[in-house]
């Protein structure tokens, strides 16, 4: 997918899956200059994390990164006035 097919498809705006693809919070592969994105990829992201905050929740076992190893998830609170 492309940036624009991957922001409707995640439902946030290009310029936020730009910072998200550039900081590497988001699965993606620069080629040429621009973006692409697999679509397995970005379900998978979205899979660990759902998993993670209901293990977080009932702390029965640690979250677990496709490759068998544990993933490590931040938040990142900002308030401004």
């Not at 946030?12 to 899956?17: A, N, S």
């Not at 994390?49 to 490759?67: I, N, Q």
């Amino acid at each position: 997918m492309d940036i624009a097919e991957a922001a409707s498809y995640l439902n946030i705006k290009k310029g936020t899956l730009y910072r998200l693809a550039k900081n590497g919070k988001v699965p993606g592969t620069k080629i040429g200059g621009q973006w692409r994105f697999k679509r397995q990829r970005l379900d998978e992201l979205f899979r660990f994390a759902e998993e993670f905050r209901g293990e977080t929740e009932s702390r029965e076992k640690p979250a677990v990164g496709p490759a068998g190893g544990t993933v490590e998830m931040r938040v990142h609170v900002e308030h401004r006035i």
